[in-house]
């Protein structure tokens, strides 16, 4: 276990198909974010699980993007019927409950929407 | 919720020279405030972080001050080399209640030879 690790970490996609993301974190981490990020600008909430428990989801964050951690340990990010505008790199981050919020971010995964 | 906007967006220093890039935040209720550096084409990593709690931390060549009272904090990088250049994201969050970090939108800072 070296790290956050997300796969793919490119997906080329035509408008309309759905895409699914996933992130293993770091295995004693419980926490786990997603963000999206696009060119120039910082990472955007997106939303946030501790263990399987989902707390938080961005009212950015129209319907078509789902977010789950079934067993507490990885977690997937489906984008359903996907738009131009999704285009970004989605970056998945882990912590630990103790001590500082800190997180390990993965290498991220690309989306790119034709 | 919490907002956090940062200043300025792209940042030019002599190499040696101190850099230092201002943020500011919405939610009183936050209490811990990371900044992390992204190099060309990296994943964020933290550099420092500070909680309300303190006024300033120093880490080496990199300090935080804090001032809660006006709710911005900023970012100060002394004697700057080349390997300093990149994106600074600061952020914010509050911690014990509430575990979402919201990032601000980025400074790149650049090293002039």
């Known amino acids: 276990d070296t790290g956050v690790s997300q796969n793919p970490r490119h997906k080329i996609t035509k408008r309309g198909q759905n895409v699914t993301f996933r992130c293993d974190p770091i295995?004693?981490?419980?926490?786990l974010y997603w963000y999206r990020q696009t060119l120039g600008q910082g990472p955007e909430f997106l939303t946030y699980f501790q263990n399987e428990a989902q707390l938080e989801k961005s009212r950015l964050l129209s319907d078509r993007f789902s977010a789950e951690r079934p067993k507490g340990s990885f977690s997937t990010l489906e984008i359903q019927r996907t738009e131009q505008g999704d285009s970004a790199m989605y970056l998945c981050?882990?912590?630990?409950?103790?001590?500082?919020?800190?997180?390990?971010f993965g290498a991220g995964s690309r989306l790119t929407v034709l | 919720g919490e907002n956090v906007e940062q200043h300025p967006s792209t940042l030019s220093v002599q190499e040696g020279d101190s850099a230092v890039i201002k943020c500011t935040y919405s939610d009183s209720a936050s209490n811990y405030f990371p900044w992390y550096k992204q190099e060309l084409g990296k994943r964020p990593q933290l550099i420092i972080d500070i909680r309300s709690n303190v006024g300033e931390k120093k880490d080496q060549r990199i300090a935080v001050t804090l001032n809660k009272t006006a709710k911005h904090f900023s970012l100060h990088i002394t004697e700057t080399q080349p390997e300093d250049s990149a994106v600074y994201f600061c952020?914010?969050?509050?911690?014990?209640?509430?575990?979402?970090?919201?990032f601000g939108k980025g400074t790149r800072l650049h090293i002039l030879p």
């Open positions: 295995s004693e981490h419980n926490r």
């Open positions: 981050a882990s912590s630990s409950r103790t001590g500082a919020n800190v997180l390990t």
């Open positions: 952020a914010a969050s509050h911690g014990n209640r509430d575990d979402k970090i919201i």
